[in-house]
């Protein structure tokens, strides 16, 4: 069974900064990608970073030099360090990891349970 869990929210002030984790457990041959949306109440929940295996990293415009994602292979990891943080990036964010549980199975997206930012004075 595979767990995704997330970890590093809370509260900071405008410009203030925060790091995520994500850690994926449990057994699965390999992922492919790692990443994060987030999501406020009564909005859809929204793209904010991925690391694609080969590919690198994308962004949505509004996290753009002040957000970076990255991955730790090796701990089944990501970590999304937010800097220059801004009210309106407050919200709850969660990871995914797209992975195969089986070596040639069509990947799926597998999500954690959420962790809140909130960026207030």
């Known amino acids: 069974q595979v767990q995704v869990s997330e970890s590093g929210g809370g509260s900071v002030q405008p410009g203030g900064s925060l790091r995520l984790s994500c850690s994926v457990s449990?057994?699965?041959?390999?992922?492919?990608?790692m990443g994060w949306y987030r999501q406020v109440p009564g909005k859809q929940r929204e793209f904010v970073a991925s690391a694609i295996s080969g590919r690198g990293a994308n962004y949505d415009d509004s996290v753009k030099g002040r957000f970076t994602v990255s991955r730790d292979d090796a701990k089944n990891a990501a970590y999304l360090q937010m800097n220059s943080l801004k009210p309106e990036d407050t919200a709850a964010y969660y990871c995914y990891a797209d992975l195969q549980i089986m070596a040639g199975w069509v990947p799926q997206d597998y999500w954690g349970q959420g962790t809140q930012v909130t960026v207030s004075s």
């Open positions: 449990g057994s699965f041959s390999s992922i492919s990608a």
